[in-house]
């Protein structure tokens, strides 16, 4: 593929702390920087030119190889980003760009540099991370804190380096029974807690107090209304399939009844979500969940009002609650999710648009909906995952927790 024509100058510039311009991108970067706009459903314009600047041409060409191969957008980009971390901090550690393949003493010594003991820190600074090398990737923003990573965040970038390799054709040394012992021991040593996506879990009961907030007559409050309904009860959708909702993928279904042992109560509306490609499913699977009641006419009030009647269904709304043609970000999905919490006084830092899919579990616990029937909705692959919340549920719940009452 061609660059496109470079700008006479110096090109584009990102934003450097304090609002100086970094340095302007070299001609090798720049054709980089063109190659990745390619990938735009991989790569924002926001980090373009960091990535430029930190990826090699064979790192873009797998890129492009892995895009080719339908591999999902969100797969794909976590696999960029952890890319670029794993090639900025090579070069900061050992001075020379990331080998392929990778020599296991390289990746024994991300392991060190990354999950470490913070007591042994205390009487040993040469212990995990050297302060060079934290210094440089903080200067990058892509460090925060001197503190031991999350386990989870290591474990996921070995095993994007371990994929990469598969890629180009090249044996992993990340599987290796000495890597993995050495991982191992780190994970034990590493005492950092495990961290949440969203620290509270959005319950019906606070779900209640956030659509509370989104009974004006504004368009935003009619599509935030209808965000956070389907979020919920679709089974608490990751925020990239609310994002990413079309119209095409709504199923119109007959009305099923209030309680069906009751029909004398009468019906409610229902209507299907063909899911497509997710985490968890291909577009083969035909997987299917449903919308009952106040969800459905939340979002059929939003698609009338919005005059939507294809491609997405939850899009950008300007100052002048004009919307655009363009779908809502992933992003913005968990900044309505914040708002609302400011709206309705809640501590916003305490969530994101993580806690639906951790409150729909929750609370089906707490309703005493049995976990496979969950799943179906939820479309979690992992029991031990999906009963982590039944366990917390249960566990707060029990006897055990209130004999100090």
């Known amino acids: 593929m061609s660059p496109a024509p470079r700008p006479t100058g110096l090109g584009r510039k990102a934003a450097a702390p304090g609002g100086a311009a970094s340095p302007p991108l070299t001609d090798v970067q720049y054709k980089r920087a063109c190659e990745l706009d390619a990938l735009a459903a991989v790569v924002s314009w926001d980090t373009r030119d960091k990535l430029a600047t930190l990826l090699s041409d064979d790192d873009i060409a797998t890129l492009r190889h ?3 191969t339908g591999m999902g957008a969100n797969t794909l980009r976590a696999l960029t980003s952890d890319l670029g971390y794993l090639e900025a901090w090579c070069v900061a550690a050992t001075g020379t760009p990331l080998p392929w393949p990778a020599p296991e003493s390289l990746v024994l010594k991300f392991v060190a ?7 042994k820190r205390e009487t040993d600074r040469t212990h995990g991370m050297p302060a060079e090398v934290a210094a440089t990737l903080t200067a990058q923003k892509l ?5 031991p990573r999350a386990v989870s965040t290591v474990e996921r970038r070995l095993a994007s380096w371990s994929t990469l390799h598969q890629w180009r054709g090249l044996e992993s040394p990340i599987s ?5 012992k050495a991982f191992g021991f780190a994970r034990r040593a590493s005492n950092r807690p495990r961290i949440r996506k969203s620290k509270t879990a959005v319950t019906r009961k606070i779900l209640n107090r956030l659509t509370a ?3 004006g007559a504004r368009l935003t409050d009619a599509r935030d209304l209808a965000v956070l309904l389907l979020a919920f009860a679709s089974g608490g959708r990751r925020r990239s399939e609310v994002a990413g909702l079309r119209v095409e993928q709504l199923v119109k279904q007959p009305p099923v009844p209030v309680d069906p042992r009751k029909p004398e109560l009468g019906t409610l509306p229902c209507l299907g979500i063909r899911l497509g490609r997710t985490k968890n499913t291909t577009a083969s699977d035909d997987a299917t969940v449903y919308l009952v009641g106040p969800p459905v006419v939340a979002l059929r009030d ?3 009002r919005a005059r939507i009647a294809k491609g997405a269904v939850f899009r950008r709304i300007d100052r002048w609650q004009v919307i655009g043609e363009r779908a809502l970000t992933p992003e913005a999905v968990n900044l309505i999710v914040k708002k609302r919490c400011r709206a309705a006084g809640l501590h916003a ?5 993580h806690g639906l899919r951790a409150g729909y579990l929750t609370e089906a616990a707490r309703r005493g909906i049995p976990l496979p029937e969950a799943m179906r ?6 029991v031990q995952q999906a009963a982590s919340y039944y366990n917390d549920a249960e566990a707060a719940l029990g006897r055990a927790a209130r004999l100090g009452l």
């Not at 290796?176 to 993995?180: A, E, K, N």
């Not at 830092?349 to 648009?353: D, G, I, K, L, V």
């Not at 909705?377 to 992992?382: G, I, K, N």
């Open 377 to 382: 909705q939820s479309q979690h692959r992992s």
């Open 213 to 215: 907030t989104c009974h």
């Open 176 to 180: 290796t029974p000495t890597v993995r």
């Open 302 to 304: 939003w698609l009338a």
């Open 349 to 353: 830092e305490e969530f994101s648009a």
């Open 66 to 68: 892995l895009v080719e």
């Open 113 to 119: 540099h990354h999950l470490w003991d913070p007591a």
């Open 143 to 147: 460090l925060r804190g001197a503190t």
